[in-house]
């Protein structure tokens, strides 16, 4: 039998090959695999919708536990999948753990971890219902399902978006992936210098810890980032429905890829447009790293990225922490990928305008 | 900071220290943390409930790919989740599927699980509707999340047996664990006489394959087990509501011990009425092993446990394949455990009681 390395395929390709054909066959699945979240119908008549998203976070993979506290693993675990109902436009209501734990955790281990997931439920008013925990070979495996409610007409799928719409984010970008690098580096320099005592886990976060200051920012955007229910709120108020939604978890080139591809338009972005915070953009200097690249491919900031009709821009204006970067544009295709627009673009202070490129997530 | 070894709680311990005091905030949540799957309602005034079952399983603890093949394994991570949907009397509907890969696996293995999670899905007219592929640093990861449907006043918990009810069980028991057993067993014959070529995966099979005549029953209760939709459906036809139920994935014992737990009752069942298949009989002698229990204890059958009350025997004796096998009595308390009924007995063919022991499944 021939074996393809997943590897050539990538992560989206993967599982874009695996599902491609799928057709439901229960009238209460009105939308399945491709969007932050599945969306069914179990109240018949009634127009409110169930939404349920399942996210896997793996030690190694997704987390190193030489510098995450297991506290904030067990608020950021239940915080992501939050995140993906936010990103339907959804109220999150409910979420079951999965939790695969080797031998070398203690219950004092697992209890700091449901400590944070626990915390996690209370600020975001999502009742833990349920889960599976059980033995694993090797390190810590968490996976949350999380379910939400929305009207059926209030959900924002990622393919609504027209040509002429605003493109707008929340918060800022970049920050959580200049925090994870600030950890990695002085990881490795704690490594490096105390290579003999590693096992001595307490003195090795205070050590790593004193080296922060300043940073704190950035530290909490990797290590406990928030679920933006707060925008989703704010745009309900406001009476906008954005025409596209998701949430940034593997970066803004990428996320605008989908909407683009799903969407079928092509989209111009705006450096100087892009919001960043002065935390992120120091840390970058020092790093000797381009911000703009950190805000285009770096991952995990957890904010929303949507899409709104122009005539809702006086509407948006004066919302808290809303900021538009660009505008939705006709798609053109290029000869090499047929099937998705080629004109997503940067255009840099300078104006001459740049491709992005969808770097996406490529751990295989 | 004390460090709590996790064996010392066991699996059912540790769940229970980190779930016992979780109080529910939202309204649309029935029944949360303590049965085979939550209960949730989203439809408002309609008695239409949403169930929603969460299972990991995980490469080396629940199975081992030196002898299960993908496509079997892909199907039972299926069927074990649709079977905690029917240990609640629901239908099942839909599933979310995360998969962790790490680089030992092409793109092929991944198609031969997805293959037998979609022949599953349609068995069941369960729809795949979402999930999360991504890489793993250590082999296979699995997490299946189920939802399903069924009215409220029909839903049925762990906790409604009453003194006299008839316990019953669907299907044959010990028969998965026999499998499990004879399949162990080849696997060490094949390891000591092929020790220096076990990376040939396909001559492995092969060869081990040939063994198995006349046990394929065996086989197949291990490697691709149905969950029990046909018994549900005839206790529905039959107008049986269960006074309680679950599914048998961890034995007979451990799930009798759940359900007098929480029901606060003893029972009596009868070893001459355990239901077993003549291939399980003869394995179990060929092993010298007590086939009785192989049936208390071995695990993952995914037949239904459930308890009838007295005045449904008549409709219960013309139902296939379903078996009553004891009674439903006083509880007792030991001074020992309180909180638990001590009474849970087997009456063996010489009609000594003996206490059953809840072994639970203790991979820790």
């Known amino acids: 039998m ?8 990538g992560e989206f390709g993967l599982i874009r090959h695996l599902t491609q054909d799928i057709k439901p066959c229960q009238s209460s699945t009105l939308y399945g695999v491709g969007d932050d ?3 069914l119908n179990f109240a018949g008549k009634s127009r409110d919708a169930t939404l349920v998203t399942t996210d896997l976070l793996l030690e190694g993979i997704h987390f190193n536990l030489e510098y995450v506290p297991l506290r904030h693993l067990g608020y950021k675990a239940v915080a992501v ?3 993906d109902i936010c990103a339907m436009n959804g109220t999150p209501t409910q979420i079951t753990v999965g939790l695969g ?7 004092e281990d697992i209890e700091e971890f449901y400590l944070g997931v626990r915390t996690a439920c209370e600020h975001y008013k999502v009742d833990l219902v349920g889960g599976d925990t059980c033995a694993s070979m090797n390190g810590l495996t968490i996976a949350i399902t999380c379910l939400g409610v929305a009207n059926e007409q209030d959900i924002v799928y990622r393919n609504g978006a027209k040509v002429g719409d605003l493109i707008c984010v929340s918060g800022n970008l970049g920050s959580a992936y200049l925090g994870l690098q600030l ?4 990881l490795h320099v704690f490594r490096a210098t105390h290579h003999d005592n590693l096992a001595k886990a307490d003195e090795h976060s205070d050590a790593i810890h004193e080296k922060f200051e300043g940073r704190e920012y950035l530290l909490q955007r990797q290590l406990r980032p928030e679920a933006r229910v707060d925008i989703v709120q704010a745009l309900r108020k406001a009476g906008i429905k ?5 949430d940034i978890s593997d970066g803004l080139s990428s996320e605008l890829f989908h909407i683009c591809s799903q969407s079928k338009v092509g989209c111009d972005i705006y450096e100087d447009k892009l919001p960043i915070d002065y935390q992120a953009a120091a840390m970058a200097e020092e790093m000797n790293l381009n911000i703009v690249t950190c805000v285009l491919n770096g991952g995990e900031d957890y904010e929303l990225l949507f899409t709104c009709d122009i005539h809702d821009y006086e509407k948006l204006v004066p919302l808290d922490d809303v900021y538009i970067i660009g505008h939705i544009t006709e798609p053109e295709y290029s000869s090499d990928h047929p099937e998705r627009p080629s004109n997503l673009r940067l255009i ?3 104006g001459n305008p740049m491709p992005l490129t969808a770097q996406g997530w490529t751990a295989f």
């Open 2 to 9: 021939s074996r393809t390395s997943i590897s050539t395929l």
């Open 37 to 39: 979240a599945a969306v």
């Open 81 to 83: 999948n939050v995140s």
């Open 101 to 107: 734990v080797s031998s070398r955790f203690a219950v």
């Open 183 to 186: 950890l990695e580096r002085e």
């Open 242 to 246: 954005p025409t596209a939604m998701m």
């Open 348 to 350: 840099p202070r300078n």
